[in-house]
């Protein structure tokens, strides 16, 4: 699996996703774009893990998003700040997890909400991490544990 954009986001909720103990990810607006994607904390410069962006729900009045809180995790004070006058939209993520060490990305200035990622990260199908520079499923477990065969 290719990860070729990733979706940047503030602490605590890339924390909060991550443990996926946050499964919205609360936006003033919508999104096209369904699937695996990267996350990445604001100005980290890494992509520290992925998530499956399953839906999008909405447009919702900070009242209405306030029910869900359990959801989003956001201060009701916080979503009415965010929102100003407009609406808000909660982005599904399902399956998120982190890597075990974050890849570093070109970040293009001013790109705020999604960067796309050139090369594409690829996700090793045994272990689920990304195949960022020397992978131990490359190599024999014998090699790994230095006996001999
Ligand atoms: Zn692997």
Known sequence: MEIDQTLLIKEPGIGLICVR????????????????????????GTVSGVANLKDVHGPYSTADLSAHEDLHRVPSEWLQDYAGDGELYAWEMSGARAFDEPVPYEHPQGAVIWV???????????????????????????????VDE
């Open 116 to 146: 796309r990622l050139e090369p594409p990260i690829e996700l090793c199908a045994g272990c689920g991490e990304p195949r960022h520079g020397i992978h131990l499923c490359d190599f024999p477990t014998s090699v790994i544990l230095g």
């Open 21 to 44: 103990e946050k499964t919205w990810e609360i936006r003033r607006r919508d999104t096209k774009v369904c699937g695996w994607i990267g996350l990445t904390a604001s100005a980290s």
